[in-house]
């Protein structure tokens, strides 16, 4: 069964940048659209961007032009370049397929953005 470890949050200023890495333990990037998704306090979790397997991409409309989806195959790895947050960016971030079936959640990585 594959999992996915995300890493790469921490704390930033508004403005700064961060790059997320969501390693999988089997080639799923080259088989099923996937995405990262993000749960704030209190909210439901929202897909922020997604890449189909044909290398096809899409974003929220909040995070477009700020932020990246990219992958690197050969290492089953897929990246999130985050610049110019804002403080709404502050979530935790996951990866997972786009739709069903999901694969078993991951821990999720936390990003705040805070003077």
């Known amino acids: 069964q594959v999992q996915l470890v995300e890493t790469g949050g921490g704390l930033v200023q508004p403005g700064g940048s961060l790059r997320l890495s969501c390693v999988a333990s089997?080639?799923?990037?080259?088989?099923?659209?996937v995405g990262w998704y993000r749960q704030a306090p209190g909210k439901q979790r929202e897909l922020v961007a997604g890449?189909?397997?044909?290398?096809?991409?899409n974003y929220a409309d909040s995070v477009k032009g700020r932020f990246t989806i990219s992958r690197d195959n050969a290492k089953n790895t897929m990246y999130l370049q985050m610049n110019s947050l804002k403080p709404e960016d502050t979530a935790v971030y996951y990866c997972?397929?786009?739709?069903?079936?999901?694969?078993?959640w991951g821990q999720g990585t936390q990003v705040t953005v805070s003077s």
């Open positions: 089997g080639s799923i990037f080259k088989i099923r659209s």
């Open positions: 997972n397929t786009n739709s069903p079936p999901y694969i078993t």
């Open positions: 890449m189909t397997p044909g290398g096809g991409k």
